[in-house]
Structures are given as structure tokens and as C-alpha cells.
């Protein structure tokens, strides 16, 4: 069956552009979890939906950062006015249930440049 | 708070030679510990996971690791690795939230040489 998806793959921007990454999850997970990996860094968790409900958005570094999940399916990750420290792959993983046992289904992610 | 240390960032190791990969964490509360594999251009997909009972857990291509509460450790093993075995390995713990959010090691970047 289908994956996690993520489009676009690679973003190079220019700093100051607004950008949008997608992430379609497994068809029927309740869980989508958004995550940041640094150059040479693990994952670092970013914000996390239940269905549409943003129940935890303590990672995000800054206000320039929003996420949504209107309709409880596919996320979006938007990111205003982007700065050089904003270069990196962003992550989508989602899971079938909620709580910490659950095996999380990871996209391929996408790259971020900014200039 | 919870934290995930990977205590090397790179292992080179000859085909057919055992390997560990070392993972410690740090928790106040009930953990549960997983290993994630993330091969050349690919995501990360999970290898093994350990939730609760038997505190060695294995995947299905060989590797396998063992819970130790007393050490907070979570290393991973293989007896004889293979060329396609190369790839960056994370160890990641939840718990520490009702919902799962994951916290990640650095990662360990494991080449396999013939």
C-alpha cells in the first residue's frame, strides 16, 4: 500500500520567501507528526495532530512556523519569511492510533534550502 | 524531560564482522525505546521496537537489542554484517507524552566495507 508522501522533495528559497511543504499520511492514520532534522542531527519533533486537532505545537522554533490538518488527512507546514537557519529536512510520520506504543510511518522528507 | 545519546557518530566495520551500535536515554517516566533505519535516499523505517516483556527484542533481517533498564541502554546488534546494511541508524524513545512524540538520537552512520 502507499506510504507516507511529501511534495516537494527539495525547496531551495530565497531568505524572506514563504514556503509550504505537504505531507500526505497513510490513509486512515489519526496520528501526523511533524519533524525538523538538522544537518548531521537526529529528528527533532516540531508539532503533532489527533484527526484535525493540533494537540501539541511546542516544538515549533517561532511564530514563522504553522502547521494545519483541516480535514484531519493531509498536513501542510508553512513557514514565513524564511531565514538561512531554517535550511533543513523536513519530516512527516504518521500512525494508526494515538500513544506512545504506536509505530510511527515516516515520509521521505523534504529538503529545505534557504538562501 | 527525555534524552536519547548516541554514543558514536560513525562505525566503519568489514563484511561479516559483528557490530554495536550504542544508545542511551534518560527518562523520569515508562519509556518505550525504538531503532530506525534510514538507508541512502530513502525515510526512516522502523527495525525493532521494544514496548514491554522480553527485553531482547529482533528484526526480522538480523539485528536485534536489548533492553537494560539498570544501565538505561538500548544497543543494537548484528553478528555478521553485510554490505547492504549500510545506512544511518537512530534510537528513539517515547513515552514521555500520552501521545508518542518521539525523541531522537543523533544518529550512527554505519559502513559496512568488504
Known amino acids: 500500500g502507499a506510504g507516507v508522501s511529501q511534495s516537494p522533495r527539495y525547496k531551495v528559497a530565497k531568505r524572506g520567501q514563504d514556503v509550504a511543504l505537504r505531507c500526505d499520511p497513510i490513509?486512515?492514520?489519526?496520528?501526523l507528526f511533524w519533524y525538523q532534522q538538522a544537518l548531521g542531527q537526529g529528528p527533532e519533533f516540531l508539532t503533532y495532530?489527533?484527526?484535525?486537532?493540533?494537540?501539541?505545537k511546542s516544538g515549533l522554533p517561532s511564530d514563522r512556523f504553522f502547521a494545519e490538518r483541516p480535514e484531519g488527512s493531509v498536513s501542510t507546514l508553512k513557514i514565513q519569511r524564511t531565514q538561512q537557519e531554517d535550511s533543513a529536512v523536513y519530516l512527516c510520520a504518521s500512525s494508526p492510533g494515538q500513544g506512545a506504543r504506536e509505530t510511527q510511518y515516516f515520509g521521505p522528507g523534504t529538503r529545505l534550502l534557504v538562501l | 524531560a527525555q534524552s536519547v545519546t548516541q554514543l558514536d557518530s560513525q562505525v566503519p566495520v568489514f563484511e561479516e564482522a559483528p557490530v554495536e551500535l550504542r544508545c542511551n536515554y534518560s527518562?523520569?517516566?515508562?519509556?518505550?525505546l525504538f531503532w530506525y533505519v534510514q538507508y541512502p535516499n530513502q525515510g526512516l523505517q522502523l527495525l525493532l521496537k521494544?514496548?514491554?516483556?522480553?527485553?531482547l527484542v529482533e528484526s526480522i533481517n538480523g539485528f536485534e537489542a536489548e533492553f537494560n533498564k539498570s544501565q538505561t541502554s538500548f544497543h543494537l546488534r548484528k553478528p555478521s554484517v553485510h554490505i547492504s546494511d549500510t545506512a544511518e541508524y537512530f534510537c528513539a524513545s517515547s513515552g514521555g507524552t500520552s501521545y508518542g512524540k518521539l525523541t531522537f538520537g543523533q544518529g550512527t552512520i554505519l559502513t559496512v566495507h568488504p
Open positions: 495532530f489527533q484527526n484535525e486537532a493540533q494537540l501539541d
Open positions: 521494544y514496548l514491554s516483556g522480553s527485553t
Open positions: 490513509s486512515g492514520h489519526v496520528s
Open positions: 527518562s523520569s517516566v515508562s519509556v518505550y
